[in-house]
């Protein structure tokens, strides 16, 4: 299986500044058909996940364009570019290259 | 607007089974792939099984292989697991989740299934 590593666990942030999440796979997560699928979701507390990022860095519809996401190969990063209060919760980075889709252990991004 | 639904969650024996369900609703769902991720309470998220649009081809984790059945009904956009055999490591709030481009970008709110005795 291939092993998906986060680092940060945790990450205190002061309103309005950015923030950084990475990602490695333990192998390519590039894709026979050339696609790259690693995908960032948001858990709110008490919410199901939702998708902000997938093949990388593209943004699903309605995501604001402060989340960003790039990255290659094994290592990926989302990026905040300024920190809402809205934006607290676990992120988890994801592949979907090959079966079992892994995830990562989950950063929590928390107010300072 | 688009939604999935689960439900069957409950408190279930060592040994026992259970039938989730996730209905859509929204959109086509025949014409997407489907996905059950299930969740320890305050723990990280673990993929379970994968089920085709036309339900031609499934997926399991190592974990459940053998004891859960993924299958859907296109007929009533409706999705199911199919668990037998459960274990005290099966407890998890259970989600399904539709296929986008090698992620999942609709979720339900979960059920919970606690195997216990």
């Known amino acids: 299986d291939i092993v998906m590593t986060q680092t940060p666990l945790s990450s205190p942030v002061t309103l309005g500044q950015p923030a950084s999440i990475s990602c490695r796979s333990s192998?390519?997560?590039?894709?026979?058909?050339?696609?790259?699928?690693l995908s960032w979701l948001q858990q709110r507390p008490g919410q199901p996940p939702r998708l902000l990022i997938y093949t990388i860095s593209n943004r699903l519809s309605g995501v604001p364009d402060r989340f960003s996401g790039s990255g290659a190969g094994t290592d990926f990063t989302l990026k905040i570019s300024r920190v809402e209060a809205e934006d607290v919760g676990v992120y988890y980075c994801?592949?979907?290259?090959?079966?079992?889709?892994?995830f990562g252990q989950g950063t929590k991004v928390e107010i300072k | 607007e688009v939604q999935l639904v689960e439900s069957g969650g409950g408190l279930v024996q060592p040994g026992g089974s259970l039938r989730l369900s996730c209905a859509a609703s929204?959109?086509?769902?025949?014409?997407?792939?489907m996905h059950w991720v299930r969740q320890v309470p305050g723990k990280g998220l673990v993929w379970v099984s994968r089920i085709k649009s036309d339900g031609s081809l499934t997926s399991y984790a190592d974990s459940v292989k053998g004891r859960f059945t993924i299958s859907r009904d296109n007929a009533k956009n409706t999705l199911y697991l199919q668990m037998n055999g459960l274990r005290a490591e099966d407890t998890a709030v259970y989600h399904c989740a539709r296929d986008w481009w090698g992620g999942t970008d609709v979720w339900g709110q979960g059920t919970t299934v606690t195997v216990s005795s």
């Open positions: 994801m592949q979907g290259t090959q079966y079992p889709w892994t």
């Open positions: 929204g959109f086509t769902f025949s014409s997407h792939w």
């Open positions: 192998q390519s997560l590039v894709h026979s058909d050339g696609n790259t699928y």
